[in-house]
């Protein structure tokens, strides 16, 4: 009876971290939509924020090891990809590809947000 106690605590702290860690994802929805607007426009004109781009880029890694803990897509790998390829972009001066890379960065992110996570949208 206890080693069943048990095993349903455990269970219900792993649900309950996966949970946590995919409202998390919510929260951060904002912020990484700013991001990269704020990047976009940079890169428009043609005056990028490295500084920015590798932050944004470090923070998504790290995001990213947190949720595959409890979630796995491979929609989180290809947009880590993506960071990458902008960073890269720009510093090679390909404006109009970051640009693009950053469109479709942005499209990903909304589509796994809103159409493949399993966030409950009344809880934001």
């Known amino acids: 009876m206890k080693r069943l106690v048990a095993i349903l605590v455990i269970i219900l702290i792993l649900i309950v971290l996966g949970l946590l860690s995919i409202w998390r994802l ?3 929805m904002d912020v990484y939509v700013s991001r990269i607007d704020t990047i976009q426009q940079s890169v428009e004109q043609k005056s990028p924020d490295l500084s ?3 932050q944004t880029r470090q923070d998504w890694e790290n995001e990213m090891q947190l949720l595959t803990l409890f979630l796995y897509h491979s929609a989180l790998d290809e947009m ?3 960071w990458l390829e902008v960073e890269l972009f720009c510093r090679e001066g390909n404006y109009s ?3 693009n890379t950053l469109s479709l ?3 990903d992110w909304e589509q796994l947000y809103f159409q493949e996570l399993p966030i409950p949208q009344n809880i934001l």
Do not use: P, T, Y
């Open 80 to 82: 880590a990809e993506k």
């Open 52 to 54: 920015l781009i590798a």
């Open 97 to 99: 590809a970051a640009h």
């Open 26 to 28: 919510s929260q951060d």
């Open 105 to 107: 960065l942005r499209q």
